[in-house]
């Protein structure tokens, strides 16, 4: 097999063992919070997207305005998010994470990654500065190809 397939076989099975790891400790979140995916998203949207409106947060999750407002009024209810007029349109409403909301995320993302602190642990330091070192070529090579 050739370089190129290798590394590409060893970056595969790295992926499928990080989504497994990382999205079974988020799923464990997710039912600690009573909160579906959905309501996680449009939080995660607010975290990393800055101010929204429902139909934009709609559309970025692949959802009707119905089933995105639903969700919006859940996690304004819970005091995970707010609503403010929107200054250019005072007909619009404009979504923004609450401190709690913003804390909730925060906990969650660690909770994804908790596992990785153990498995840096079980590497010797030479192992780690490898390790880092390869990482940071394949996330500057990731950055510069096209979605």
């Known amino acids: 097999m050739s370089p190129t397939k290798v590394l590409t076989e060893v970056i595969r099975e790295w992926s499928e063992i990080f989504m497994h790891r990382s999205g079974r400790d988020f799923k464990r979140f997710m039912d600690e919070t009573s909160l579906s995916f959905s309501q996680l998203s449009v939080l995660m949207r607010l975290k990393h997207g800055g101010n929204s409106g429902v139909s934009e947060i709609g559309d970025q999750l ?17 005091g995970l998010i ?9 007909r619009a409403k404009r979504l923004a994470l609450t401190q709690k909301g913003n804390t909730l995320i925060e906990k969650g993302v660690e909770a994804r990654s908790k596992w990785i602190e153990g498995l840096t642990d079980a590497l010797t330091l030479e192992q780690q500065n490898m390790i880092i070192s390869a990482l940071t070529l394949l996330t500057e090579a990731a950055r510069k190809t096209k979605e």
């Open 62 to 78: 692949g959802v009707t305005n119905a089933a995105a407002s639903q969700a919006v009024d859940r996690l304004v209810h819970l």
């Open 82 to 90: 707010e609503r403010t007029e929107d200054p250019e349109d005072r």
